[in-house]
């Protein structure tokens, strides 16, 4: 992968991953230190299973913390491999409309809340990803930017920073400092995908025991499947997925319905951000579907319409609040279904079906991580052997642990004497086969959403995780087991560190902004002066010089603080009767350095020539000042005098 012998990895021409150029050696300190030091934690935590007792709450609980801020960690000292600034990465992700156009869409619809009866009016018009999805993840980086506003102090210590990430990008430098600090919603996805260690444990361990819930929630933060794709709202999603099967699986073994309510809820809210987060609908439905038929459940109906309920419940609250019709919803979810007539140019909807449905399963086993691949395959026929043992004593009605048929309360986490190390068969493990399996090869086998593995199919990397290391099929816990797991967790690490810093999964289409060397000099001009704008930017002299009918003028500028707007500078010559007889209007130095770059105290050389007609009358005068490109703002003298300098010409 590093030396890219193999570039059939990255796929065939029609679907190929974009190389990233190599970096230097030295950049890759900090991540191999990071993920040395993640692999060390999780052995050492690994090791307490070989104990007889499960570790104190408060130890467990330390240690999925740990993992929760490992989790952007990890992707922060990846991102700082392969960049000068590692905020680049994130910042990048969030406002770029190639890449999502939700932050754009937020941040340039001040009257939103009036817009949201008839969204699905204005999405042809929006970027690709807003095009075809419901209006939830706009409408979150909205009330961001609205949160913002009423925190002015907030956000001007928030905007500041992030505004010199792009200040060469004069159309994001337009916008104000609530606006920019908003996307600090976008750049905390990695610490709320993070979140999803929790769930995933809480469900694994009622599914296939804690050793295998724990090792699972451990190999999460650093499975490529999670980890490549760095602000990008896909990596809530399986903290959404695996909240709705835990609270789905408590309430199945309550039969409560209130819980199979609190289940839908997550889900409702998947949709409202990506109306593909259907799949987890259907994930959690099979699920509870496939326990209640073998657990022979007699309330199901009354479990499934809450369920129903619940996954209906931010949409009913949409629909209410803002009068929209059904067939409007409908229209929205249709798009996705039909993705191939809306980008005839989009990778993901130009690759061939024949294409899809081989590369698809090889591009998912690659970001599942080849180690993980190797060992789903070589644990098969232990899978199939453990099912097809459970369907026979289910089908003979034969009691198992962890079920209601076996005359007993399920034991804590419904896996019987899993913490011994004796785990059997779970109703909950055979209902998980079915509904991982079942959505996975239909996906794969329909091709419906080619191209869209890395981001959108991540939460199937845990569930195969649960299902391949659950006792019965993995070896007994010991020392064996802690080795191979341990070995397992750093080969996965290794693997991260060479995709991210090689492999370009999304590329924001944005720059850095270019490397330069800053001038903190003072000047020695011809005519020296102090004039100040806006308590921002001061002229502290110029040279003018004439050369026939052109006028070759050298500003000198000093920034008296960071400035938030790439401002352009216009110089207008006047003649004898104050008529406009030539102008330049451009950023600093010929559009090169927008101000918006300018550190505090630089001092700026910003040449000019400008043509003069030859029957102008003298005497000529130019003025000189700043305005905002985007309102014709300009800035004003800070003397209050008027927004322009008056220079005499020779």
Not at 111 to 116: F, G, M, Q, Y
Not at 183 to 199: F, Y
Not at 595 to 602: F, I, K, L, N, R
């Amino acid at each position: 992968m590093w030396l890219d012998l193999t570039p059939l990895l990255r796929g065939p021409e029609e679907w190929r991953w974009s190389l990233r150029a190599a970096q230097p050696g030295g950049r890759l300190v900090l991540p191999i230190v990071l993920l040395g030091a993640y692999v060390l934690a999780c052995n050492r935590w690994l090791s307490r299973w070989d104990e007889a007792q499960q570790p104190r709450r408060s130890v467990e609980w330390s240690f999925f913390a740990f993992l929760t801020l490992a989790a952007p960690l990890i992707q922060f000292a990846l991102a700082a491999a392969v960049l000068r600034n590692a905020w680049f990465e994130f910042f990048a992700a969030t406002v770029s409309p190639a890449v999502t156009g939700y932050y754009s869409v937020a941040v340039t619809t001040p009257d939103l809340p009036t817009v949201l009866p008839r969204y699905t009016e204005l999405m042809p018009t929006l970027p690709i990803h807003p095009q075809t999805h419901p209006p939830g993840l706009v409408l979150i980086h909205w009330l961001a930017w609205r949160t913002f506003e009423a925190m002015p102090a907030v956000s001007d210590a928030i905007a500041m920073p992030l505004r010199a990430l792009q200040c060469h990008n004069v159309a994001l430098m337009t916008l104000d400092n609530p606006q920019i600090a908003s996307s600090t919603i976008g750049m905390l996805v990695p610490l709320l995908g993070g979140l999803a260690v929790w769930p995933i444990y809480a469900f694994g361990k009622r599914i296939a025991g804690p050793p295998a819930a724990t090792t699972v929630a451990a190999i999460f933060p650093i499975l490529p499947l999670y980890a490549m794709w760095s602000s990008q709202w896909d990596q809530v999603y399986p903290l959404l997925l695996f909240t709705a099967l835990y609270l789905a699986h408590t309430g199945l073994e309550a039969g409560s319905p209130r819980r199979l309510f609190a289940a839908g809820i997550p889900l409702s809210l998947a949709t409202f951000l990506s109306i593909g987060n259907v799949v987890l609908v259907f994930i959690v439905g099979l699920y509870a579907t496939a326990w209640s038929f073998l657990n022979r459940s007699r309330r199901w109906l009354r479990l499934a319409i809450a369920f129903l309920m619940g996954c209906l419940s931010i949409w009913t609250l949409y629909a209410a609040l803002y009068r929209v019709s059904v067939s409007d919803l409908l229209a929205v979810a249709s798009r996705l279904a039909f993705e191939g007539t809306r980008c005839p140019v989009c990778p993901s909807t130009t690759r061939s079906y024949a294409t899809w449905i081989v590369w698809n399963p090889i591009d998912f086993a690659t970001f599942f991580s080849i180690p993980l691949t190797i060992l789903l395959l070589v644990r098969i026929p232990a899978m199939a052997s453990a099912l097809r043992l459970s369907l026979s004593k289910i089908a003979s009605r034969a009691p198992m642990p962890g079920s209601k048929i076996a005359g007993r309360a399920p034991m804590p986490g419904g896996v019987g004497a899993a913490s011994a190390g004796h785990f059997h068969p779970s109703m909950g493990w055979v209902s998980l086969v079915i509904a991982a399996s079942l959505p996975f090869a239909a996906l794969v086998i329909s091709g419906i959403v080619r191209g869209e593995v890395g981001r959108m199919w991540g939460y199937f990397g845990p569930l195969f995780l649960l299902i391949a290391l659950a006792p019965h099929v993995a070896p007994a816990i010991g020392e064996r087991w802690l080795r191979g797991a341990t070995i397992l967790v750093g080969l996965i690490a290794l693997q991260l560190l060479v995709m991210y810093t090689r492999w370009q999964v999304t590329p924001s289409f944005l720059d850095e902004p270019p490397e330069r060397a800053a001038n903190f000099v003072a000047p020695q001009p011809q005519v020296e002066m102090r004039a100040s704008f806006g308590r921002q930017i001061a002229l502290l002299g110029y040279d003018l010089s004439r050369a026939g009918d052109r006028l070759d003028l050298t500003l000198y500028w000093q920034a008296l603080a960071q400035l938030p707007h790439a401002y352009t500078v216009f110089v207008h010559v006047f003649d004898a009767e104050g008529r406009l007889a030539g102008q330049q209007d451009n950023m600093p130095v010929r559009d090169q350095l927008p101000t918006s770059c300018w550190q505090p105290g630089e001092i700026v050389a910003d040449p000019y020539a400008v043509e003069v007609h030859p029957d102008t009358a003298e005497p000529l005068s130019l003025e000189v000042g700043l305005y905002r490109l985007d309102t014709g703002e300009r800035l004003d003298r800070d003397d209050g005098s008027e927004d322009k300098i008056m220079l005499a010409v020779p």
